[in-house]
Every structure is written in C-alpha cells, then in structure tokens.
C-alpha cells in the first residue's frame, strides 16, 4: 500500500513521537513504527492486519447451514451465553486474585516498615527503615519487569491493546494465555511494590485475553487443544468474547457492569448489535457479583452479603447529621466544577504531553539497548518513588487534628464501617495524640485508602500537603506509566486528581468562606476533572463514577466536568491511549472521517496494483504468490478479454466507465515493475503459472455472449484459464492491466490450508475429483495458521492445479470507484471489513481498499495530492 506522508507538528496538539527507522527486536516492533525521519513522524505500520468481522459465505460454511436445525441453532446460542457467562465469573476470580495477594503483600511490607519507623524513631536508626522498604520494593518490582521480558505486550495497562483489537486490529499476542499471566503476576508485583500504579487498567487486559481463549478451550501457549469444542472458530466470534470480557474487567475493577459495558461500546467495539449489548451485560453482571460474593465473604465473614462490589470502592458520599449547613452539592457549587473541569482538562493534556515525550525518549535510548537497561530503568523509578515516598511522609508532613467521632450516632451502620476504615489508615509519625502527620496518611498507604481519606476525611489537610502531594505524585506517576512493568493508570489519576479537588475544597473554605462546601464531592469531581482530562473517556466514565459512588445526584455535575475536562484537553493533544495507539503506529480508525473527505472517492485512495488468483490455478503458482507476497487475501479474477480492444484510447485509460488519467497508469506500471524487481511482490500479470509456458491459448468455440452460456450452463461458472506466456518486462500496459472480472476473494489462510492438506487435481482430471474440506476442517488451525515458509510442500506436485471457487467468498463487500470517501468509510467500519474490493459496474475489479487506506494520515496524504491536481 502506499504510505503517507503528514506535516511536522508541535508537542501538545500537532506533535507525533518520533522514533528510528530501523526495527531490532519482535518487542520493539510493538511500539516502534515506520517513521518519516525528517519530519520525525510516526505513520501507521503496514504489518498490522485486520480482524475479519465479516462472515466467509462459502461452501463449507453452507453446508454447516444446510445441516444446523433450529434445535441446532439454539443448542449453539446456549452455548454462547455459558462462554460468556464463564468469562464473567472467571474475570471475577482473576481480580480477587490479584486484589488478596496485593492487600497481603502491601499490609505484610507496610506493617514491617511501620513498626521499624516507630521503633527508630526513637533511636535514630530510620536509614535502616528506609532500607527495609526499598528492599520490599525493589524484589517486587524486579520481578515484574523479569515477567515484561517474558511477554513484551504485558507491559502497561493493555487498554490501547484492546482499544486496537475491538477496533479491527490483530495485535501479536495481546490475547494469549502467556500474556495473561505475566499480567496477573507482573500487576500483583508491580502494585504491591508500591509504584505509582493501578490494578483496574490490566483487570480489563486480563477479561479480554479470557474472552478470548475460554470459549476455544485452546492455547497456543500449552500448544495443544484440551478438548475437541468446535464453536466460535472466528475473528466474529472471538471479538465478540472479547467485548465482553473487556467490559467484565472494568466492571470487576469499579463494580460498574454498566459501565463496563459503555466502556465496551465507547472505547473499543466497532461492531455492535443488540444481542452483542445483552451478552456483554450479562457478562459484566457476573464479574461484578462473583468478585462481590468472595470478596464480601473473605473481608467480612458474611457469605452472600454482597458489600464490595469492586475492587475500587469509593464508599458512601453523605453528610453528617450534626452538620445542617452540609450538602452534597448545590447550583452554585456548578460554576466551580466547570472552572475544574477546564483545569482538570489543562492538567491531563500536561500530563500527555510529558509522558509522550518520555515515551518518545523510550523509543530512541531504551528500548534499542540491552533488555536489561528497561529492567534497570524500572527498579531506577522504584528507587527515586520509594525515596521520596519515605522521606515525604517522615519530613514534609504537617499535624493535623482528627475529626471528632461521636457524630456517628445517628449515621447508619454502613457510614460507621466507612469512618472506621478510613480511621484505621491515618499515619501518626511523629504526631502527638488526636493527631495525624497528613502527608504520612496520603503517601504511606495503599492508593485505595488514599483516595478514602481525601473522599472522606472530615479532618483537613494542610494546603501545602496538598500543593506537595499533588507534584510529586503528578510528576512520578508521569514517569512511571510507559516503564517495562504491568502498569495501569485509572488509580493513580483518581488519586492526584483527588488532591487537586480537594485543594480547591480547602481554598474555597478557608479563604473565600463558603461554609456549606462539602470536601467530599470536590476531591471527587477533582477526580474525575483530571481522570477525564488524561483519558478522555465521557459516556462510559460518567457512568463509572456514578455507580463506584452509588450516588446518582452526581451525574450532572460528573457529565459536565467529564465534558468540559475533554474539550479542553482536546484542544491541545489526544488522550493518553490515543497517544500510545499512535507510537505503535497502529492503524486505528476512528469513528468517521472529516467533513473534506467528501472530495476524494474511492478510486482516489484504492490500492490499483491487485495481486490475483485465477479460479483454477497451479500449485506452484499458488507457493509462488504466497511466498513472494506479503498480502492477506486475493481477488480470484478471470480476464475479461473481450474489453482489451477498448482498453487504451487516446491519452486516458477507459475501461467500462472508470476514467483514469494516462499519466497515473505509467506510474502504476513503473510502480509495479519496481515491486517485480525487489521480490516484494509479483505484477498482477506475473501471477500467471510459470509451468504453461508452451501452453497455446484456448481460443472460444464460439462467439456467443460469455453471460449467456453462463445463464445457459453450457459452461463452468468459472473458466479454467491459464497464462499465455511466461511474465516479461517487455509486456505493454495492456497486457498488464487487463480488465478483470472480479468472482470473489480468498484469504491466505484459505489458501495455505488447501495446500498444507492436498486439495488440489491433475490436469487429465475434472475439478470434481478434487478433495472437499468441511468447515471444521478448514477452521481446525485458527488463530494460527500455518506460515507459508515453514512447510514442506516438496511431496506436491507443482503441476497439480487447485479449484478455490467452494472456498472463496463469491459475496463479499465491494464499491463502486465512484462511492465517496465517507460512503467506505463508514461500510468499512461499520461492517468491521478486512478487505473492500473496489468494482466498477461491470463487474471488474479496478482496486482494494484495506485499512491501511483508510487511517488518518493516508486520508490527508491523499486530500492533498487531490487538491495539488486539481
């Protein structure tokens, strides 16, 4: 495909990260993409494949048709709805997992540290503290970069991963067992050692990778298959699992199924049906009340109580009764939440921006260097974080009074249980009695409880603890998310945007004198303010919020900071998974093109030179194209010779109503002569079988319309035509670019599996005596289908020919090259396409559009050339 080319642009709105051309490693290849090294730009990669959402209606699957009864058809809808209901409980499972052992290991490490602080206070010895917390946490972290080592992809969140995948993308790697436990492992350590992480982003990662491998009961990691379990055989339904799963891992983070679900629909999935949108909440459903059941259970003592919905709860937002000036929010309070919002959106798009630039610095100076320098590089930010976490809350922090308790007469059991979880977290280092060293109780604790005692702490926190707490934990964090651990980024926003909000809560109390501000609420929409100005999720993070509080009076002022925060980080930069999405140069497509696409036409961004296949081909044909081409499908074409008379007129190509100018066909042919020379790929013309170099051409008994005898039967759908002579440079444009009726499309994988299994007949015989695979047959090696290079076809005999016609798609998608940019664009998307051949109206095939022709940057390479030529 042609690559394009954008313009240089600035850090925040306009700036790509930029990278070196070269590729070294599989690993680097996940982030590193071709770049434009003068105008230091990343463009999409064109190693990226699409997901086929699109159903192949051929003859095995017919028959699969033809044989299932509608007892059959409800037998398999079961079965989904089982897959999808264990997909849930399993995700659930996985996030109590995670959530026991870093509650475990962080209150075993807390526990020791604190009792040596408090002995050594005393005795002078806190070097020897501080010593005992870097070695908790430099072992953990260690051993969550060594599982990045292991499996590349499991570093980070996984969002922009799954982003990608429901968005069409084959990511390598992104759902396979091995990723996810490294995942599981790699956040339990990276969490527990008290990087500035979050668990919710890699429990989304980790529901997608068992959406996608428990409904096939196989793993390419344990490289067999448990059991014989036929469904769900393809991208369809494997994407489907995968939405679900995605939506069941924020669900069991938050304890938000509905939200999980608009998290589905807004960030990732493409594709979307009712029945998808019910599975998917179902699924969401049971990972929240499989988490819920055990967690309340283990916590509490009380089996089937259902207290903890999530493994993040932000607890119950209510006033005391002994305060009647108190509310949650009011009308006035509206006008400060927009101006938060603004700065929310102010600070995430600061955040962005610095952590593309370190992202950025990654790719040139870490990433090409030894593996180890990245294990280095993580145990470096543990080091500096723990450093300044001990020395932050033995130095900086300020005592504070405790807030009274015997308000809580009248409050419910539920607020009482809160007020004694938050209590049970306040640090005293240092402190005389009834109080609390304020940076101590922020910084020596889980992020969890952090984010309690800023949501519910009725005593007050020192301006400047605030101011302090805010930088550091803004300035870490920023390092942190990008480095070689499992890493997500939900929590440590929550928590510094919590600060923020509640600052402002203090600043608006103490010197503006408004009484009747509930601390509470501003540390929660400062939250949300700066959560949505690094993410810039609206729909399914208003929803989030909303149930992780259980609070539904907080939905206008959430929605508006959530909107205000997003428009205003927009107008400088993309949110944080867009960025990342875009240093790994995926194609991404995004929701529908700009309004100026509407000038250019399909024909104007098509792929003109088509690698095809004939009906009936050659063996050693077939090897040579699959060798010599990197493509994932291809046209199956026969020539349409009676046009080629009226295939060149004067100085424009005419061929049945597409216009194409002469000067554009010159450069197809010396375009695709360069392509010939280099073996990247073979001319259309030069995908003739090479064994029939003496074979004369078969010339037409009679000159009978070709549409009728095929009405008529008197002849094969599809004739058995065979290359005149071997291919040549010295062959004119004609003969290059001979009309070509298009019959269907065929993938790779089609075609690698009829060689690997023998389908194919010998000359002397009718296509009939070819051997028929059934769907399962054809379906038996997915995901992986075997690589063309790796096979031993030396027993074929390169004469023999293969009939593709019962396995190619004879219906798949086209376009007209007349059809408007927006037109495929949306057919493309919609209909989650792979391939979109490009048909005139007579039935031949002039080009292809793939979603490498479809991304951002071609669209504007393209406008421009447009608008250049006109």
């Known amino acids: 495909m042609a690559g394009c080319r954008g313009s240089p642009?600035?850090?925040?709105?306009?700036?790509?990260?930029?990278?070196?051309?070269?590729?070294?490693?599989?690993?680097?290849?996940?982030?590193?993409?071709e770049t434009q090294e003068e105008e230091d730009e990343i463009l999409p990669r064109k190693d990226y494949e699409s997901l086929d959402y699109d159903r192949c209606v051929n003859d095995p699957y017919l028959e699969v048709l033809e044989t299932m009864d509608k007892k059959g058809g409800h037998k398999y809808e079961a079965v989904k709805w089982i897959m999808v209901f264990a997909t849930g409980v399993c995700t659930g499972l996985v996030g109590l997992f995670v959530d026991f052992f870093v509650r475990l290991f962080t209150q075993l490490k807390f526990g020791v540290v604190q009792t040596s602080v408090e002995e050594c206070s005393q005795k002078g010895c806190l070097a020897l503290s501080l010593l005992e917390l870097l070695g908790f946490n430099l072992t953990l972290v260690f051993l969550a970069s060594l599982l990045v080592l292991v499996e590349p992809v499991a570093a980070g969140s996984g969002i922009p991963e799954i982003k990608c995948y429901l968005n069409g993308v084959k990511v390598p790697g992104v759902v396979r067992l091995r990723t996810l436990l490294c995942k599981v492992f790699g956040v339990l350590f990276s969490t527990a050692g008290g990087l500035?992480?979050?668990?919710?982003?890699?429990?989304?990662?980790?529901?997608?990778?068992?959406?996608?491998?428990?409904?096939?009961?196989?793993?390419i990691s344990l490289r067999k298959t448990l059991f014989n379990f036929p469904y769900f055989r393809s991208d369809r339904d494997k994407r489907d699992f995968v939405s679900a799963g995605a939506a069941a891992g924020v669900a069991a983070a938050f304890g938000a199924p509905i939200?999980?679900?608009?998290?589905?629909?807004?960030?990732?999935?493409?594709?979307?049906?009712?029945g998808l949108t019910w599975k998917v909440l179902f699924c969401s459903m049971s990972a929240t009340f499989t988490l819920n059941f055990f967690r309340s259970g283990i916590q509490f003592g009380s089996w089937g109580s259902f207290q903890l919905p999530g493994l993040l709860n932000f607890g119950e937002f209510k006033c005391s009764d002994s305060d009647k000036k108190c509310h949650l929010w009011t009308a006035v309070d509206l006008g400060f939440f927009i101006v938060m919002g603004v700065l929310g959106g102010l600070l995430g798009a600061m955040f962005n921006c610095l952590n593309k630039r370190l992202a950025k610095y990654r790719v040139r100076n870490v990433l090409p260097k030894p593996k180890l320098v990245r294990v280095l590089e993580s145990l470096l930010v543990s080091l500096v974080t723990t450093v300044v976490v001990f020395v932050a809350s033995m130095v900086l922090g300020e005592c504070r009074q405790m807030s009274s308790?015997?308000?809580?007469?009248?409050?419910?059991?539920?607020?009482?249980?809160?007020?004694?979880?938050?209590?049970?977290?306040?640090?005293?280092?240092?402190?005389?009695?009834?109080?609390?060293?304020?940076?101590?109780?922020?910084?020596?604790?889980?992020?969890?409880?952090?984010?309690?005692?800023?949501?519910?702490?009725?005593?007050?926190?020192?301006?400047?603890?605030?101011?302090?707490?805010?930088?550091?934990?803004?300035?870490?964090?920023c390092w942190t998310y990008g480095i070689s651990v499992p890493s997500g980024l939900f929590v440590p926003s929550l928590l510094c945007g919590?600060?923020?909000?509640?600052?402002?809560?203090?600043?608006?109390?103490?010197?503006?004198?408004?009484?009747?501000?509930?601390?509470?609420?501003?540390?929660?929409?400062?939250?949300?303010?700066?959560?949505?100005?690094?993410?810039?999720?609206?729909?399914?993070?208003?929803?989030?919020?909303?149930?992780?509080?259980?609070?539904?009076?907080?939905?206008?002022?959430i929605m508006i900071t959530l909107m205000v925060a997003k428009w205003t980080g927009d107008f400088f930069n993309k949110g944080i998974y867009d960025?990342?999405?875009?240093?790994?140069?995926?194609?991404?497509?995004?929701?529908?093109?700009?309004?100026?696409?509407?000038?250019?036409?399909?024909?104007?961004?098509?792929?003109?030179?088509?690698?095809?296949?004939?009906?009936?081909?050659?063996?050693?044909?077939?090897?040579?194209?699959?060798?010599?081409?990197?493509?994932?499908?291809?046209?199956?074409v026969t020539e349409n010779r009676g046009n080629e008379k009226e295939f060149m007129k004067g100085n424009q190509l005419v061929s049945n109503n597409i216009r194409?100018?002469?000067?554009?066909?010159?450069?197809?042919?010396?375009?695709?002569?360069?392509?010939?020379?280099?073996?990247?790929?073979?001319?259309?013309?030069?995908?003739?079988?090479?064994?029939?170099?003496?074979?004369?051409?078969?010339?037409?008994?009679?000159?009978?319309?070709?549409?009728?005898?095929?009405?008529?039967?008197?002849?094969?759908?599809?004739?058995?035509?065979?290359?005149?002579?071997?291919?040549?440079?010295?062959?004119?444009?004609?003969?290059?670019?001979?009309?070509?009726?298009?019959?269907?499309?065929?993938?790779?994988?089609?075609?690698?599996?009829?060689?690997?299994?023998?389908?194919?007949?010998?000359?002397?015989?009718?296509?009939?005596?070819?051997?028929?695979?059934?769907?399962?047959?054809?379906?038996?090696?997915?995901?992986?289908?075997?690589?063309?290079?790796?096979?031993?076809?030396?027993?074929?005999?390169?004469?023999?020919?293969?009939?593709?016609?019962?396995?190619?798609?004879?219906?798949?998608?086209?376009?007209?090259?007349?059809?408007?940019?927006?037109?495929?664009?949306?057919?493309?998307?919609?209909?989650?396409?792979?391939?979109?051949?490009?048909?005139?109206?007579?039935?031949?095939?002039?080009?292809?559009?793939?979603?490498?022709?479809?991304?951002?940057?071609?669209?504007?390479?393209?406008?421009?050339?447009?608008?250049?030529?006109?």
């Open 9 to 33: 642009c600035c850090c925040c709105r306009w700036c790509c990260c930029c990278g070196e051309r070269e590729t070294r490693t599989p690993e680097e290849l996940t982030i590193l993409g």
């Open 196 to 219: 500035f992480v979050g668990k919710e982003g890699p429990m989304i990662h980790s529901g997608a990778v068992l959406g996608a491998g428990l409904p096939q009961f196989q793993s």
């Open 259 to 274: 939200g999980g679900t608009l998290f589905s629909l807004e960030e990732g999935s493409s594709f979307w049906n009712q």
């Open 405 to 477: 308790s015997g308000q809580t007469g009248n409050d419910s059991f539920r607020l009482q249980a809160m007020s004694e979880d938050v209590n049970s977290s306040i640090k005293t280092f240092f402190c005389p009695n009834e109080t609390y060293n304020d940076m101590a109780t922020l910084f020596f604790n889980p992020q969890e409880s952090a984010i309690l005692q800023l949501f519910h702490q009725d005593g007050t926190f020192s301006p400047v603890t605030l101011v302090l707490f805010f930088v550091l934990y803004f300035l870490l964090a």
């Open 498 to 557: 919590a600060a923020f909000g509640r600052l402002v809560a203090n600043v608006l109390k103490s010197y503006i004198g408004l009484g009747h501000i509930y601390s509470g609420t501003f540390a929660l929409i400062g939250a949300a303010a700066f959560l949505g100005g690094v993410v810039r999720m609206t729909i399914s993070l208003t929803v989030i919020l909303i149930e992780s509080t259980n609070e539904i009076t907080y939905g206008l002022p």
């Open 579 to 636: 960025i990342h999405v875009g240093l790994r140069g995926v194609p991404l497509l995004e929701w529908e093109t700009e309004v100026e696409m509407d000038k250019l036409r399909a024909s104007d961004i098509m792929e003109p030179n088509l690698t095809y296949v004939y009906p009936h081909t050659r063996i050693q044909s077939l090897v040579s194209i699959l060798r010599t081409t990197v493509h994932h499908a291809f046209p199956v």
């Open 660 to 870: 194409f100018k002469k000067s554009s066909i010159l450069t197809r042919a010396g375009e695709q002569r360069r392509r010939s020379q280099s073996m990247k790929s073979y001319p259309s013309s030069e995908l003739r079988n090479v064994c029939d170099e003496n074979v004369a051409p078969e010339e037409p008994a009679e000159k009978e319309d070709l549409l009728q005898q095929m009405l008529e039967r008197r002849y094969t759908p599809y004739p058995n035509l065979y290359p005149d002579q071997s291919p040549s440079e010295d062959w004119t444009m004609e003969e290059r670019f001979r009309p070509l009726t298009f019959h269907g499309l065929i993938l790779r994988s089609q075609l690698v599996t009829l060689l690997v299994r023998g389908v194919c007949y010998s000359e002397s015989q009718s296509s009939a005596s070819q051997p028929r695979l059934s769907y399962a047959e054809m379906a038996e090696d997915y995901p992986r289908c075997p690589d063309i290079h790796d096979l031993d076809l030396t027993l074929l005999n390169p004469r023999m020919i293969v009939d593709v016609t019962p396995y190619m798609n004879p219906s798949p998608f086209t376009v007209s090259p007349n059809a408007h940019v927006p037109q495929v664009f949306n057919l493309f998307r919609t209909m989650g396409l792979r391939h979109l051949p490009v048909v005139n109206a007579v039935g031949e095939v002039v080009g292809i559009i793939t979603r490498h022709n479809l991304t951002n940057e071609f669209l504007q390479a393209q406008l421009r050339q447009h608008c250049q030529t006109i």
